[in-house]
């Protein structure tokens, strides 16, 4: 698929996305959060929902979870503008709920186009959440355990309907290192599996 194919097929997804009423989020919140960075990106990081922040700016990662995860990038050598960064709800929950299943499966197939579209190399899932709907997703046997035992793992996927190859890797949210020194560090060394993984 050339560059302005997918251009094209993201900037349909995300008009659905703004006109989507295929569940009650659309009611509460301020703006979609649809997911930003480049489209040929090698490597799409993916979070759960919008928090506070997004909601207001329509950008995800953008407050303090968001600050982390720039922290991580520049670790590595990456730069934000390189990769995708998407959410597998586009709306935030009220009072950052978890997603409940009736949101996650009217919310989730936008998510999955991405992926398809942009067809990054590695797929690097951010906390539980989304980790366990990407491996679950994938067909992974691993999918039910937790976070801290499959991160910084490589999973290597085929998805049953595009048939397109992808890389997991889960790591933990950056949300937990906020407060967690010791968490951040796991982090990155965690973000060199997926450096490598790129090399
Ligand atoms: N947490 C997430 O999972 N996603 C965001 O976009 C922001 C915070």
């Not at 730069?79 to 499966?105: H, Q, T």
């Not at 790591?171 to 796991?186: G, K, S």
């Amino acid at each position: 698929m050339n560059e302005n194919q997918k251009d094209n097929l993201l900037l349909a997804i995300k008009e659905e996305v703004i006109k989507c009423q295929e569940c009650q989020l659309y009611k509460t919140r301020t703006l979609p959060v649809i997911g930003q960075g480049n489209h040929n990106a090698q490597v799409m990081f993916i979070g759960e929902a919008p928090g506070a922040k997004e909601d207001k700016t329509g950008v995800p990662f953008c407050g303090e979870a968001g600050q982390i995860l720039n922290l991580l990038l520049s670790s590595i050598d990456v730069k934000r503008e390189d990769v995708y960064i998407a959410n597998i709800l586009k709306d935030r929950p009220p009072a950052n709920r978890e997603p409940a299943p009736e949101e996650v499966k009217a919310c989730a197939p936008y998510l999955l186009r991405q992926i398809a579209i942009i067809e990054p190399q590695i797929i690097a899932t951010l906390g539980n959440y989304s980790t366990h709907f990407i491996l679950e997703y994938f067909g992974v046997p691993e999918s039910h355990l937790g976070i801290s035992q499959l991160r910084g793992k490589k999973f290597a996927v085929q998805d049953p309907l595009t048939k397109k190859h992808y890389t997991i890797i889960p790591l933990y949210h950056p949300a937990v290192a906020i407060y967690n020194r010791h968490r951040l560090d796991e982090l990155k060394n965690d973000f060199k599996i997926v450096k490598e993984q790129l090399n």
